[in-house]
């Protein structure tokens, strides 16, 4: 099978879940609200996919209990920080940090999956990244009127960043012991489950009613934004390397910005433009420097 189609529908489909995301927030939905219903949606577009598909397969006790570990380090738990943060920051700034997560997960690659070591050339790269945030940082006062909220902001997204390379390195790890297509439906109960016990816990006591214009919104984010690159992003791990997978981190957040700035209005300044690029750079120069080394019988391609 091409590793490319999986791997080019979790970019495009993260891409959009931001800027879905951030339109619903925009909305006045808080995040232990929207978010059940965001991924109660995505289960059933997930389980229509793989019976109309008939890739259905039924889930042993050794996929669930790789499903509860990926449904909260690589669903709930990621998305529930991210989302938080783009409460407090403009899709813009909230994407850019996203573009650190190949760095994450081939750190965390380190340590969860076999013959995938963090090499300490890569190091200069992060460096580099790292000034790109702290640009982004003291430029974000032009798009964020209260520091505080710029600073907690960036800070939620940062730990969603790096419990997501976590779960990026597990995926990997994951989809080269169990077939993706019995680790899908285990890991979005989960996650389901877990957003839901969020809500009862953090969430509006009084919900409003929602309009129909942001029901589309949320349904958009559940399908486009949860299901297909979550579910593509579990067929691409049996088929590329943490390196490669990675590599989303830095593309979804260009598609995100620039669909911030066509159908949010938000302002891209030239601060942004800097940390952007720096963190872009480290990113890619991180990635050159990696060297991925297949331990025996692992499943890769070119």
């Given at each position: 099978?091409?590793?490319?189609?999986?791997?080019?529908?979790?970019?495009?489909?993260?891409?959009?879940s931001n800027v879905?995301?951030?339109?619903?927030?925009n909305e006045g939905l808080d995040t232990f609200t929207f978010l059940p219903m965001r991924y109660a949606i995505a289960i059933v577009a997930v389980v229509i996919f793989l019976v109309?598909?008939?890739?259905?397969?039924?889930?042993?006790?050794?996929?669930?209990?790789?499903?509860?570990?990926?449904?909260?380090?690589?669903?709930?738990?990621?998305?529930?920080?991210?989302?938080?943060?783009?409460?407090?920051?403009?899709?813009?700034?909230?994407?850019?940090?996203?573009?650190?997560i190949p760095i994450s997960t081939v750190a965390a690659a380190h340590f969860v999956v076999p013959g995938e070591r963090f090499q300490f050339r890569t190091l200069p790269g992060l460096l580099v990244s790292l000034v790109g945030v702290g640009v982004l940082i003291?430029?974000?006062?032009?798009?964020?009127?209260?520091?505080?909220?710029?600073?907690?902001?960036?800070?939620?997204?940062?730990?969603?960043?790096?419990?997501?390379?976590?779960?990026?390195?597990?995926?990997?790890?994951?989809a080269?012991?169990?077939?993706?297509?019995q680790l899908v439906f285990p890991q979005f109960v989960v996650g389901l489950v877990a957003?839901?016990?969020?809500?009862?816990?953090?969430?509006?006591?009084?919900?409003?009613?929602?309009?129909?214009?942001?029901?589309?919104?949320?349904?958009?984010?559940?399908?486009?934004?949860?299901a297909i690159p979550f579910a593509a992003f579990l067929f691409a791990?049996?088929?590329?390397?943490?390196?490669?997978?990675?590599?989303?981190?830095?593309?979804?957040?260009?598609?995100?910005?620039?669909?911030?700035?066509?159908f949010l209005d938000e302002v891209f300044t030239t601060a942004m433009l800097v940390a952007a690029a720096l963190i872009l750079i480290g990113v890619f120069w991180s990635e050159k420097a990696a060297r991925y080394v297949p331990s025996p019988g692992a499943r890769t391609t070119a």
């Open positions: 099978m091409n590793p490319w189609p999986p791997l080019i529908l979790a970019i495009l489909g993260w891409g959009a879905l995301s951030k339109a619903v927030l109309g598909t008939k890739r259905w397969q039924k889930s042993g006790s050794n996929a669930w209990q790789k499903g509860v570990i990926l449904g909260l380090v690589n669903m709930a738990l990621p998305t529930m920080f991210m989302t938080r943060g783009f409460e407090y920051i403009p899709a813009t700034v909230g994407s850019l940090l996203i573009a650190l003291e430029g974000g006062d032009a798009v964020v009127a209260i520091r505080s909220e710029l600073i907690l902001g960036v800070g939620l997204v940062t730990v969603g960043v790096i419990v997501a390379g976590l779960g990026g390195a597990l995926s990997r790890r994951f080269r012991e169990t077939p993706a297509t957003l839901m016990i969020g809500f009862v816990i953090f969430g509006e006591s009084t919900v409003t009613p929602i309009d129909s214009s942001v029901w589309w919104l949320i349904i958009a984010s559940g399908i486009v934004g949860t791990a049996e088929l590329n390397p943490a390196s490669r997978l990675g590599a989303t981190g830095y593309i979804v957040p260009i598609i995100a910005t620039l669909g911030a700035i066509v």
